[in-house]
Every structure is written in structure tokens, then in C-alpha cells.
């Protein structure tokens, strides 16, 4: 029986590894970190608290990347300086022979209006210049919350 190099072995384990890697990179990846696939746009949140307290509704993605959706305030705090994070994502028709330009966009906006306290505000963004019209793919629209000021209030008793 002819005996097998340690550079086989080593090449095989490394390729299992890697292997294995990928699967628990594409099982761990958080909710909403690759697009659907489906065109349809998606609101999705950075972490837990924020989670909780700011859900994006009603996400809609006109032709030319104009988009408009709903913000609610699940919390009891007035929140300002909303930052939210606009992605344009590329979904080539052909995965596997992609092109060598990806229209591929990203914009932070920042709302001019403060959310109430469980309370709802509209919104709406248009990117400049509007997003190409092109054949051989199309957009997949994501908006995040990137930032925003949480103010409390406190009830002074006899005031």
C-alpha cells in the first residue's frame, strides 16, 4: 500500500477546515445579512435593544431607488438624530459569471423629525444620482438603524 504524503494530509484537513468554517459562518450570520434574493426590499435592526425599541415597517422601493417606509417607537423615550443606514444591494442575474461593475450603492440619512414615544414616523429617501437601469440584475433595498438619541424624561413631582 503506498504511503501518503504529509503535504496530502495537510492539504486535505485545511480544505475540511475551511469547509467546516463556511458552514458555521453561513448558520451563524445574524437575521437580515444577506439579501432574500426576492427584490423585495427588507427593514432590519443592528442589535437587540434597538430591536426593541425601532422596528422599520412598510418598506417600499420604487424603480429608480426611491424609497419610503415607517419608523415605530416601541419605547417610552423620545428618540432624535435617527441615522439610518441605506443599502442597495446588486443581485446579478448570473451569479456565476457576475460582471465587473456592481452598481452596488450604500447611504447614511439622517431624519430631520424626532420619533415619538410609541409613537410612528414616515420616511423617505432618494438617492443621488438615481440608481442605473440595468438588464443584467437588480436592486435589493435594505435600510438599518445606525444611530439615534434616546431622550428621557423625568417627571419632577410638584411642578
Same mark, same amino acid.
Given at each position: 500500500?503506498?504511503r501518503?504524503s504529509? !503535504?496530502?494530509?495537510?492539504?486535505?484537513? %485545511? *480544505?475540511?477546515l475551511?469547509?467546516? =468554517?463556511?458552514?458555521?459562518? =453561513?448558520?451563524?450570520?445574524?437575521?437580515? %445579512?444577506?439579501?432574500?434574493?426576492?427584490?423585495?426590499?427588507?427593514?432590519?435592526?443592528?442589535?437587540s435593544?434597538?430591536?426593541?425599541? $425601532?422596528e422599520?415597517?412598510n418598506?417600499?422601493? %420604487?424603480?429608480?431607488?426611491?424609497?419610503?417606509?415607517?419608523? $415605530?417607537?416601541?419605547?417610552?423615550?423620545?428618540?432624535?438624530? &435617527?441615522?439610518?443606514l &441605506?443599502?442597495?444591494?446588486? &443581485?446579478?442575474d448570473?451569479?456565476r459569471?457576475? *460582471?465587473d461593475? !456592481?452598481?452596488?450603492? !450604500?447611504?447614511?440619512?439622517?431624519?430631520?423629525?424626532?420619533?415619538?414615544?410609541?409613537?410612528?414616523?414616515g420616511?423617505?429617501?432618494?438617492?443621488?444620482?438615481?440608481?442605473?437601469v440595468r438588464?443584467? *440584475?437588480?436592486? $435589493? %433595498?435594505?435600510?438599518?438603524i445606525?444611530?439615534?438619541?434616546?431622550?428621557?424624561?423625568?417627571v419632577?413631582?410638584?411642578?
Amino acid at each position: 500500500m503506498a504511503r501518503r504524503s504529509n !503535504s496530502w494530509r495537510h492539504n486535505r484537513c %485545511a *480544505g475540511l477546515l475551511g469547509l467546516l =468554517a463556511g458552514a458555521v459562518l =453561513a448558520t451563524a450570520a445574524p437575521a437580515g %445579512a444577506h439579501p432574500d434574493h426576492s427584490g423585495a426590499p427588507r427593514g432590519t435592526l443592528s442589535d437587540s435593544g434597538t430591536r426593541r425599541s $425601532v422596528e422599520v415597517k412598510n418598506l417600499r422601493f %420604487a424603480p429608480g431607488g426611491s424609497l419610503d417606509g415607517t419608523l $415605530v417607537n416601541r419605547s417610552g423615550d423620545v428618540l432624535r438624530q &435617527i441615522r439610518l443606514l &441605506i443599502r442597495y444591494d446588486w &443581485i446579478w442575474d448570473n451569479e456565476r459569471n457576475p *460582471g465587473d461593475n !456592481s452598481p452596488a450603492r !450604500s447611504f447614511y440619512h439622517t431624519l430631520p423629525s424626532e420619533l415619538p414615544a410609541l409613537g410612528t414616523l414616515g420616511f423617505s429617501f432618494t438617492p443621488s444620482p438615481p440608481l442605473p437601469v440595468r438588464s443584467d *440584475g437588480k436592486f $435589493v %433595498a435594505s435600510v438599518e438603524i445606525a444611530r439615534f438619541t434616546q431622550v428621557k424624561y423625568r417627571v419632577v413631582p410638584g411642578k
